[in-house]
Each structure stands twice: as C-alpha cells, then as structure tokens.
C-alpha cells in the first residue's frame, strides 16, 4: 500500500479492498461515516490512474453509497479530492445531514450543514472507536466489496 493510505491508519482502517482500490475510515470524522477511498497504486495525479482503475470506480463509489445510505442515511454526499499534504490519488468521502447521527456512543453532527464541509470541526476517533466504526461499516459493505 502506498504512503497515503497507511496514512490513513491502513489497515486498522481498512473498511474495503478492491482491485486499484481501498475504502478506508477517516480517523478524523467530520460527518459520521467519513471514509478515504484511495488509489492503491503509486499514482499522484488522476490522468495517470489505469482504465481499469476508472471502471472499477463505478463499483466502488456505488458500494460506498449504498453502504453510507445504510448506516447514516445521507442527505447528499461530498467526494473532496484535496490531496494536498498526501500525494496518491485519494477522496475524502463525506456523508452530509442535517444535525447528528449516532452509533454507539458516539454522536456527531455534521457542523457544515448545509454549506461546505467543516473539516476543523472533525472528531478524531481513538483506536477503541476505530475498531467499532470500522466493524459497523463493513457489516453494511454490500458483500461484493468485502
């Protein structure tokens, strides 16, 4: 895996591997269920990504979709591709509500809402809330991407 994935916490994060792809949560969450959907391969630009990278991204995004519609029953969905301190192709993937979503104890409102995403405003999970995010999303996972 390349650098910007296991700076992603790869792979106590992992949710999903693909192909040319891994679904990762974000440890700093901003709306609850916060993913990184990142490029396995050494690519930093996205023109350089293979064909076979983009059509498997079909499959991919509609997994992350059908999996966060599931979980915390999105309004509307951001795919930010900042990549600006980590280089490999990668989105931050951000379920987008009105007020808070809950799992466990865990509660988090989505402090943007309904303007730009407050990335300033994220929690940042401890590993004990990893482990229990990470195993609620992939018991969603449609089982084609698990």
């Known amino acids: 895996m390349n650098a910007t994935i296991r700076r992603f916490g790869y792979p106590d994060t992992l949710i999903a591997a693909y192909d ?37 991204l ?40 009105e007020g808070g979503r809950t799992v466990g104890a865990l509660t988090i409102a989505d402090a943007g809402w309904p303007k730009a995403p407050q990335l300033g405003a994220a929690t940042t999970l401890s590993p004990g809330q990893i482990a229990q995010l990470g195993a609620w999303l992939r018991a969603k996972w449609p089982a084609a991407g698990r």
Request: glycine share 4%; no cysteine.
């Open 20 to 56: 040319h792809w891994v679904v990762l949560l974000r440890p700093d969450q901003p709306t609850l269920g916060s993913l990184v959907l990142a490029a396995t391969g050494e690519a930093t630009a996205l023109a350089d990504l293979a064909p076979e990278a983009f059509a498997e």
């Open 58 to 97: 079909k499959r991919v995004v509609g997994d992350i979709e059908t999996a966060l519609k599931d979980a915390v029953d999105y309004a509307k969905i951001n795919y930010l591709m900042l990549m600006m301190v980590d280089p490999h192709v990668h989105w931050h993937v951000l379920p987008r509500y």
